[in-house]
């Protein structure tokens, strides 16, 4: 296994110890947030050492972004036992992740890698945001809900980003055959 891959695996790991401590300590306690951070880091480095050093592999073209997917729903839905986003906006997010992740196993099944967009790596960024100024409990610190804004413009470049993916990979479908 290569660093890359490592680095992708250890935000697998880190995904239990991450949960374990937002039910422990809840939000506006720094340790979730310290290991959601590092989590987040992780796909920052896993993806510039695999295009850098040319370490880009089949595990990592797999495991990079469904690591990302269980990092996200994991922390939306520890948030929406905390009373801290609502629900329907994390199904929004599970059913684009469910979505793509259907795409991309029908484009594996024909040989096809599908690459990230830009509007998906924009709400990954903006989602992973939102998340940490949720879990340090920013509304209370700053006075507004600088937190909660930016977590409502990440479920708009969540419906975007599917938008996106479906318009530009639609003949992965194979609408002729179904």
């Given at each position: 296994?290569?660093?890359?891959?490592?680095?992708?695996?250890?935000?697998?790991?880190?995904?239990?110890?991450?949960?374990?401590?937002?039910?422990?300590?809840?939000?506006?306690?720094?340790?979730?947030?310290?290991?959601?951070?590092?989590?987040a880091i992780t796909d920052f480095i896993d993806g510039q050492l695999a295009r850098r050093k040319n370490l880009v592999t089949t595990f990592g073209k797999f495991m990079d972004p469904l690591a990302d997917k269980m990092l996200s729903c994991?922390?939306?839905?520890?948030?929406?036992?905390?009373g801290k986003v609502p629900a329907w906006s994390v199904v929004i997010v599970v059913l684009r992740e469910l979505t793509?992740?259907?795409?991309?196993?029908?484009?594996?099944?024909?040989?096809?890698?599908?690459?990230?967009?830009?509007?998906?790596?924009?709400?990954?960024?903006?989602?992973?945001?939102?998340?940490?100024?949720?879990?340090?409990?920013?509304?209370?610190?700053?006075?507004?809900?600088?937190?909660?804004?930016?977590?409502?413009?990440?479920?708009?470049?969540?419906?975007?980003?599917?938008?996106?993916?479906?318009?530009?990979?639609?003949?992965?479908?194979?609408?002729?055959?179904?």
């Amino acid at each position: 296994m290569n660093i890359a891959n490592k680095f992708t695996t250890l935000r697998v790991i880190l995904i239990p110890f991450f949960v374990a401590s937002l039910l422990i300590f809840k939000t506006d306690n720094y340790i979730p947030a310290l290991i959601f951070i590092i989590s987040a880091i992780t796909d920052f480095i896993d993806g510039q050492l695999a295009r850098r050093k040319n370490l880009v592999t089949t595990f990592g073209k797999f495991m990079d972004p469904l690591a990302d997917k269980m990092l996200s729903c994991s922390a939306l839905i520890v948030l929406v036992q905390l009373g801290k986003v609502p629900a329907w906006s994390v199904v929004i997010v599970v059913l684009r992740e469910l979505t793509i992740s259907g795409f991309r196993i029908l484009a594996a099944s024909n040989g096809v890698t599908l690459a990230a967009s830009y509007w998906g790596k924009s709400k990954t960024m903006t989602q992973f945001i939102a998340i940490v100024l949720i879990l340090i409990n920013t509304a209370d610190k700053l006075g507004f809900a600088l937190d909660m804004y930016l977590y409502y413009i990440s479920i708009v470049l969540t419906v975007i980003s599917l938008c996106d993916y479906i318009f530009k990979n639609v003949n992965v479908l194979d609408l002729k055959n179904i």
